[in-house]
Nanobody, 125 residues
């Protein structure tokens, strides 16, 4: 059974940076594309970024373009989300998810097969 575990969340001031990690176990990691999503209180889960199996294709939500960078280290079974210039509106629980259709980068929640438990990111203004 595949599992994903997020880490790296925390409290940061506006304008600061955080790097989230998503570690996979029980999966053949290179078979999966990986996405990051976030969910703020009272809001639906929304797409943040995604990366295909090789790292050669990425996609970002317009709200994070130019500030966030997704990357992956396949030998370490880990995907990262570098978040810079953080804003109060970035505050949310961040989830990583794995998509068996490894060549695409999907922004749709229902395209993903495995989900982590989430990590809280709080940006103070």
């Amino acid at each position: 059974q595949g599992q994903l575990a997020e880490s790296g969340g925390g409290l940061v001031q506006a304008g600061g940076s955080l790097r989230l990690s998503c570690a996979a176990s029980g999966l053949t990691f290179t078979l999966y594309a990986v996405g990051w999503f976030r969910q703020a209180p009272g809001k639906e889960r929304e797409f943040v970024a995604a990366i295909n199996w090789s790292g050669g294709l990425t996609d970002y939500a317009d709200s994070v373009k130019g500030r966030f960078t997704i990357s992956r280290d396949n030998p370490k079974n880990t995907v990262y989300l570098q978040m810079n210039s953080l804003k109060a509106e970035d505050t949310a629980v961040y989830y990583c998810a794995a998509d068996l259709s490894r060549r695409r980068v999907s922004s749709l929640v229902n395209d993903y097969d495995y989900w982590g438990q989430g990590t809280q990111v709080t940006v103070s203004s």
